[in-house]
């Protein structure tokens, strides 16, 4: 095969999260790699925000962005794996709602795949291990930070997803790494989709009735209508850290910047690599 030929075959691609970074860097890479494939690896338990912002990026790009879906719903994957919600220490949803559905799309041809990954953080995000996909971080070779990443959405006239107004990541509805304060604003927003989350608490909590050990829940250390219980407490705390993030921060910054400062004093762990790009 001539170098050419080999060239043509590959694919390249970036997963779209929904959030700000992986929306900037497909901007960013629009016109560098017009043969580019977006997609999206749908869980069914997205936001509505997200999939509002999905079809507004879709727009700037004038191409669509796939839709990838698992072939087993996020159900099935709690009977297999025995009624376990996952958490930060199983994370049973990103291997088999992300992971294996882009893994099973790329297939075993030669693939590019395009990591949005700033030049300002230290981490790696997911980098598949399939020996015929490269990872290539161009925010990183460009040196391309926060401030940016929020210029290529500005000029593009993209923004920011609405849900930045109380949460700094895109996720499920039900993501076990969302703060205390943004399960108060899920609770606030978006109460139906509060209420499924607690109905898969009681479901755990009704099987594992025998079993005192196993309490599971989304929120690690209590259930979500205890931490609704909280709400006030909760509310306090988070406008004390606004007040504190607000003057660390420099004058005319974005909300998301204040925002997502004082969410970091909370008590959870960095997000899922997959799901919060």
């Known amino acids: ?9 590959v694919r390249h691609v970036l997963g779209i999260s929904g959030g700000k970074d992986s929306s900037a860097l497909a901007v960013y890479m629009r016109d560098r790699v017009p043969e580019m494939e977006y997609f999206f690896c749908d869980t069914g338990a997205e936001l509505p925000e997200t999939y ?10 004038g191409k669509p962005i796939v839709r990838l879906n698992a072939d087993r719903d996020f159900d099935h994957w709690m009977q297999v794996y025995q009624g376990t919600l996952p958490s930060p220490q199983m994370r049973w949803c990103t291997k088999n709602l992300k992971i294996k559905p882009l893994e099973e799309w790329v297939g075993e041809q030669r693939v590019i795949s395009y990591v949005a990954i700033r030049a300002d953080e230290n981490r790696i995000g997911y980098v598949s291990t399939k020996p015929n996909i490269e990872a290539v971080f161009p925010f990183r070779e460009d ?9 290529i959405l500005d000029e593009a006239g993209i923004g920011l997803p609405a849900y930045y107004e109380w949460r ?5 509805y039900f993501c076990f790494f969302q703060r205390k304060h943004e399960w108060v604003g899920l609770k606030e927003r978006h109460p139906e989709l509060f209420d499924r989350a607690v109905e898969y608490e009681e479901k755990v909590r009704y099987r594992d009735t025998a079993m005192k050990d196993r309490n599971y829940t989304w929120s690690q250390g209590e259930s979500l209508p205890e931490l609704i219980d909280r709400k006030d407490e909760i509310e306090a705390k988070h406008h004390a850290a606004l007040e504190r993030a607000a003057r660390r921060v420099k004058p005319n910054r974005p909300l998301l910047e204040v925002l997502n400062d004082a969410l970091d004093e909370d008590d959870d762990e960095a997000g ?6």
């Open 1 to 9: 095969m001539t170098e050419s030929e080999n060239t043509r075959n």
């Open 52 to 61: 509002e912002y999905l079809n507004r990026l879709e727009a700037a790009l």
């Open 143 to 151: 040196d391309i930070d926060k401030d940016g990443v929020m210029r």
């Open 168 to 172: 700094t990541r895109s996720g499920c």
């Open 272 to 277: 899922c690599s997959v799901c919060h790009l």
